[in-house]
T-cell receptor
């Protein structure tokens, strides 16, 4: 079945460091791909998305490119801030069974000043 | 703009007690509605979804149930809570299947 695998956390970085959170997926066809962010004590917020191969989603300095050849959707940011500390979830919306999002297990990110 | 509300924000209940969590959406009509559960340290699991009033689909068999009495209201219920029902419950909406899902603030449930 469809699945999403994220790099294991937690990830701890210093402010202004470069961030990469890896995400790979297994799915039939060409699913839509998403990154959601969950700040402490809150629900999930959509961070960015891509709906077809080679699309790049971007928001708040974060970027992710839909790579069909490597079935990946890695999240990157050039210079992280303390306020980026949160849990990040990679997800896909499958072609079949599109009523649900399939989530990765989440990666907890902590940014130290 | 659309907004989604959930309440209560936090709930502590004894084992065997009933449960009712409510979710409402504003600013849209005939949304798809979803209930997810996030267990501690894990990803999200879809529990129920609904495409219209009175229409409920269950993804995982368990002691929870869902209802949609109005177009923009989605309720998660249980007659008798189990310890394993503890978790963070998230409601979400979308305009259709495969579209972006937008999440509410969540309800943190602790069953003791």
């Amino acid at each position: 079945g469809d699945s999403v695998t994220q790099m294991e956390g937690p990830v701890t970085l210093s402010e202004e460091a470069f961030l990469t959170i890896n995400c790979t997926y297994t799915a039939t066809g060409y699913p839509s791909l998403f990154w959601y962010v969950q700040y402490p004590g809150e629900g999930l917020q959509l961070l960015l998305k891509a709906t077809k191969a080679d699309d790049k989603g971007s928001n708040k300095g974060f970027e992710a490119t839909y790579r069909k050849e490597t079935t990946s959707f890695h999240l990157e940011k050039g210079s992280v801030q303390v306020s980026d500390s949160a849990v990040y979830f990679c997800a896909l919306s499958p072609i079949q069974g599109a009523q649900k999002l399939v989530f990765g297990q989440g990666t907890r990110l902590t940014i130290n000043p | 703009s659309q907004t989604i509300h959930q309440w209560p924000a936090t709930l502590v209940q004894p084992v065997g007690s009933p449960l009712s969590l409510e979710c409402t959406v504003e600013g849209t009509s005939n949304p798809n509605l979803y209930w997810y559960r996030q267990a501690a340290g894990r990803g999200l699991q879809l529990l129920f979804y609904s495409v219209g009033i009175g229409q409920i689909s269950s993804e995982v068999p368990q002691n929870l149930s869902a209802s949609r009495p109005q177009d923009r209201q989605f309720i998660l219920s249980s007659k008798k809570l189990l310890l394993s029902d503890s978790g963070f419950y998230l409601c979400a909406w979308s305009t259709g299947f495969g579209e972006t899902q937008y999440f509410g603030p969540g309800t943190r449930l602790l069953v003791l």
